[in-house]
């Protein structure tokens, strides 16, 4: 059996499945979108041969672009630290809780389940402020000009609401992944850090933590991409307003290709996303490869 | 033994995957056949006999919007007077992205249906460029009754190069703002004749602790409609065509420029209701006739929202103020079309002749029946909100048509202003950087 499972054809028959679906939906579309990126075209009629001056006009005209790839990249930051780290420690929590465990993971948990337009619904109504939603009601009954205490349509406060919103919703998905890893740990580790005097701060900083790494890794690796390419919430939520405040690169490049109406210029965009996504999970691979290897 | 597994596996794998692929095949086969064959059974249908299986309708909204309401109408009258056997096949997207995407996606594969909502600009251009639009003005002109058509609409939508009429219109709407008469009168105030008087009226309402101006921020017609009231006083359409035609820019305007000042003014001083670029148009009106703000700028089609409030005196309407220190055109109250309906040249057959001579003979009466003025010149019936008679004669002296920004610009430009247009009003930039943005992003295009 196991000799079969190492000949070459078996092992391609398996992998080629994959490999073809992966081939044809982003690969052949990544080439695709490189294409279209050096035309000028609406979408309607000819398309006009530019070189590569979409690419030029976004790296040293289009501040915008800047300003969402800046955006973009403080949204991730806030991402890894809500959902990473807020779901590392939501998951030490409840491994430390013994009654109502389960219902406090189904709690956790419930947002990951409900669909991303209505997430967006229901945080749009509560920090509503014309009409007043709940979140202003409530803050009015402490002081009556909190009623118009301005949430997502504050452009010094769209992006945190906007990286709230994503970050409520997985927190607990990255909580389970957690929780797994950490009841995973063997006790007798535990115990015997106990016994050599640890505290339990320090067990879970030198002996728990250290021992889920390749979890904490490999999450932060996920979130990254997700968080790079994120569309739905800010498009949803603000559709990267008030003005450009919380426009990440997802968004602006919808905005250029489908409201714009510049394919070409869209595209540019797409390509450039790919390539900052590429960049910065192989320096993240690459730093947490060699930290790895200092361990 | 081994062999024999492995090619079992090998086996179970192919055939797996052939079945898979084999049932797509089929569906797609199958798909592939039944469209053409459908297509080709209606133009034989229709070239040999004159008649055709269905009529393909695509508008901007839902079952309760008054273009559905009053299309649906005219198809099943049409339908029940001449005795077709004719299906109708509606297609509403609600939502305006959508809505363009989908016509866009239409117009690059030639495949637009038989009626469908279009505004007078990029769009419309587009399907005119592919053939696909009948000239309104032509055929109402065959007909006899194109004079019937309210020359503020017509002009309206006239097209930019050749000046007529491709575009069937869905209303006659004029907009004004409405105002709280008694929040006016507890404070001594005026209804605003120039804009340096709105703005007075403005600050004294602020002072005094009342939400000034309502505003749909959330919509980008809206703040743009503050952007061009000047420029439209003082030039027409003169300043936005010179704009996008590269003859005139925002930096060289003192109209245009005006207009940039009061967008700026409206959102720094706090004119607008908080958080106003989140609120859409429902909540605005909701909140305005709820009660909340003293001004909003909105039009005839909210008549029935404000029926009560108007019989009881606590409202009034007045124009779009005149622009002080520059020379004004006469006509202060914004008179448009709505938005559009166009028939496709390309199935334009003997059925949709008909159907077109039918809605040009019904529209009015349909288009009252759904709350909306006419926009021929049928008499508004009796039965109507005496408000509606108020809010025509309002317009009785206006000859030029409105000028939509939101229409003319291209779908770049477009974007590109509406985000400026927020970033101005929220002091995000000033205003000489919006001039430069603008002038920057009109030249690029």
Known sequence: MDKAFNRTSVVLMFVFPAFLVFSLFVVVTVFWAASYSVYDWNGMGEKTFVGFKNYLTLLQVDRNFWTSVKNTLFYTVWQILLQVFGGLLIAIFLTRVIRFR????????????????????????????????????????????????????????????????????????????????????PEELGEAATIDGANLFQQYMHIKIPYIRPVIIANIVLVLNGSLRSFDFSYLLTRGGPGNSSELMATYMYKQAFSSLKYGYGSAVAILIVITCLIIGSVFRRLSRDSQEVI | MKRKLSLALVIVLVLSILAGCGSTATQATAGETQAPAQTTAAVTSAADTGDRAKISVMLRGSETSSAYKVWSSLLDGFIAEKGYDLDVEYELLPNDGDYANKLQLYISSNQLPDIFGAANGTFSSAAKAIGSLVCVQDEMTKLGNFDQMNPAVADFFADADDGKVWLFPESFNDEFFFYRKDIFAKYNLNAPTNWDEFLQVCDTLKKNGEIPVVIAGAEQWQIMRYLSFIPWRVTHDKFIMNYIGGQD?????????????????????????????????????????????????????????????????????????????LENMTTNIPIHGGFATAFNAQTYDKVMQEF???????????????????????????????????????????????????????????????????QLALGMIDEQEFITQMDSQIKGQ
């Open chain 2, 356 to 422: 077109f001579a039918y809605a040009t003979e019904h529209y009015g009466n349909a288009a009252y029946e759904a709350g909306m003025l006419s926009p021929f010149s049928e008499p508004i019936p009796d039965t109507m909100d005496p408000l509606y008679k108020e809010v025509r004669a309002l317009a009785d002296q206006s000859t030029a048509g409105w000028v939509s920004w939101d229409d003319k610009l291209d779908a770049a430009t477009l974007v590109a202003m509406a985000d400026a247009q927020q």
């Open chain 1, 102 to 185: 389960a219902t406090l993971q189904t709690m956790y948990y419930i947002p990951v389940v409900i669909s991303t337009v209505a997430i967006t619904q229901i945080f749009g109504k509560l920090l509503s402020v014309t009409p007043p939603g709940v979140v202003n009601s409530l803050l009015a009954l402490i002081n009556p000009d909190w009623r118009y205490l301005e949430w997502v349509s504050n452009p010094r406060m769209s992006l945190f609401i906007v990286a709230f919103v994503e970050g409520y919703k997985y927190i607990g998905l990255y909580m389970i992944i957690f929780y797994a890893a950490l009841v995973g740990v």
């Open chain 2, 249 to 325: 820019k925002f930096s060289a305007n003192a109209a245009a420029q005006k207009g940039v000042n009061l967008v700026k003014t409206m959102g720094e001083k706090g004119y607008w209701q908080p958080s106003f670029t989140s609120t859409n148009y429902t909540d605005a009106v909701n909140m305005f006739f709820g009660g909340q703000g003293t001004i909003l700028y909105s039009g005839s089609w909210l008549v029935s929202n404000a029926s009560e409030m108007y019989k009881n005196g606590q409202l009034g309407l007045f124009p779009v103020p005149d622009a002080p220190g």
